[in-house]
């Protein structure tokens, strides 16, 4: 029987993957009809596949899927950090293309905010992002019981925050289209804000149903979450706006 070696490694490779480095035993000279129908279709179609299962898990099981994920389920999940990279990359190239600011979304007018607000509203996703460590910190004090560590609620959270940036990639995407203030306002505080708030609890809820929760527990609890983020982003704007007061 002949015997065949690992092209990458050098190797003995007897099955169809080296047990040693894993790569396939069978590589073929690149030519126009592999780089086709195997690195282009096959490359372009498992990451898409990934993607969109996820993406499907998040807004349809968002709590159970994530929770299979944190438990072990994870060969059909998309990377969080590359899903959020991608999805902030998409963001900036569409932002050329805005007419608008989220600041001009806000009530009064950009004179009247302090520079904590115009933070906030000048670089939203960035908010995002920061906000995971901070929801990592409030999910695992509120659902302490669950015995989760820290690290897996940042993944939850993660995800989380995977979610909410593609809610604002979409708003995104209408609001290259359309150019009419009041329109974008009403879309953004009627629908865009509640969403996210209402996919929170969804998300929270569904997640620590495994872990032995009363459904009240699980519903008041998923609610301190956010909230509990909330009063600490009030309580920093305050903070900040009377040191800024105080200093000038």
Request: proline share 2%; with cysteine.
């Amino acid at each position: 029987m002949e015997q065949h070696y690992c092209l990458n490694c050098n190797h003995q490779a007897n099955d169809n993957y080296c047990q040693n480095c894993g790569q396939k035993s069978s590589t073929h000279r690149y030519s126009v009809k592999h780089f086709v129908e195997h690195d282009f279709i096959h490359g372009v179609w498992h990451v898409d596949k990934g993607i969109l299962f996820t993406i499907k898990e998040l807004f349809t099981r968002p709590g159970h899927s994530v929770r299979e994920f944190i438990q072990g389920k994870r060969v059909n999940y998309f990377s969080f950090v590359t899903l959020i990279l991608l999805i902030l990359t998409i963001s900036s190239l569409l932002a050329p293309y805005l007419h608008i600011k989220l600041s001009d979304l806000m009530p009064g007018n950009a004179e009247t905010m302090n520079s904590f607000e115009k933070f906030v509203t000048k670089y939203p996703k960035l908010l995002v992002i920061v906000t995971i460590p901070i929801n990592s910190l409030f999910s695992f004090v509120w659902f302490r019981k669950a015995k989760l560590n820290y690290s897996e609620n940042l993944v939850l959270n993660s995800y989380k925050a995977s979610s909410e940036l593609i809610i604002g990639l979409l708003f995104t995407v209408f609001a290259t289209f359309c150019t009419n203030v009041k329109t974008l306002t009403f879309i953004y505080f009627s629908l865009i804000t509640p969403s996210v708030f209402i996919y929170g609890i969804w998300y929270y809820y569904q997640f620590y149903s495994g872990y032995g929760y009363s459904k009240k527990a699980l519903f008041f609890r998923s609610i301190l979450v956010i909230v509990s983020y909330s009063l600490l982003q009030v309580v920093i704007g305050f903070i900040w706006g009377l040191v800024q007061l105080l200093t000038h």
